[in-house]
């Protein structure tokens, strides 16, 4: 299953789906399973936070909306560190076999990480491809994107390099990671102090803000 798990199938994997007009909107799965099930997910979280991202810069709309944007922007980030941490399980899971070597180096960044910012960089040579298509657009603007969009070609290409060295050491048994918990208190209305005392609030019977 590794074997078949290298950086050129996941960034050909994730130019492909930026291409499908009905993706981002399709949930994860008709097409993938397994690993690619996650790296899915979280390449669909990225591109929804990627999407909401723009429209929370608006300054011509409610503030209603900007709020809206804002909380749907908190719901896609936790899902999508919710799908590194399962590729990081799945990698894993099928590197279970494989024997560790007494002096195998420790990642600190872990493979699902690594593909999530492979998933970020598409993304950005994505939308930076767009705007040197641009057409209302004068020929300065055009020039510093197709400059940039280099950049991130070459930073997409050193870090899928890096992915690739990362899984055939991991599989030799020169290199490990782990499976490192977001743990986002923010989002947990147990450790979060506005949200925990909002509900004691309420709990004593006053009134919610």
Not at 7 to 33: C, N, Y
Not at 132 to 137: E, G, I, P, Y
Request: glycine share 4%; net charge negative; with cysteine.
């Amino acid at each position: 299953m590794l074997k078949q798990l290298d950086a050129a199938a996941i960034v050909q994997f994730h130019d492909k789906m930026l291409s499908d007009t009905e993706w981002p909107a399709r949930e994860p799965g008709a097409t993938s399973a397994g690993i690619w099930l996650w790296i899915e997910a979280n390449h669909r979280y990225n591109t929804l936070l990627w999407n909401e991202e723009d429209k929370a810069r608006r300054t011509d709309v409610a503030s209603s909306e900007i709020a809206a944007c804002k909380r749907l922007i908190d719901q896609y980030n936790q899902k999508r560190n919710d799908a590194v941490e399962a590729i990081d399980e799945a990698i894993l899971t099928e590197l279970g076999d494989c024997p560790r070597g007494d002096h195998a180096r420790l990642n600190s960044e872990t493979a699902g990480a690594m593909i999530d910012r492979l998933s970020i960089l598409s993304l950005k040579i994505f939308h930076m491809r767009e705007q040197t298509l641009r057409v209302d657009a004068g020929a300065d603007h055009i020039a510093r994107c197709s400059d940039k969009l280099q950049r991130l070609i070459v930073q997409r290409q050193d870090l899928a390099s890096c992915f690739d060295e990362l899984i055939a050491d991991a599989m030799q048994g020169r290199a490990y990671f782990k499976v490192y918990r977001q743990f986002k208190m923010y989002n947990d209305p147990t450790l979060n102090p506005y949200l925990y005392n909002q509900q004691n609030r309420v709990a004593a019977g006053g009134v919610a803000p």
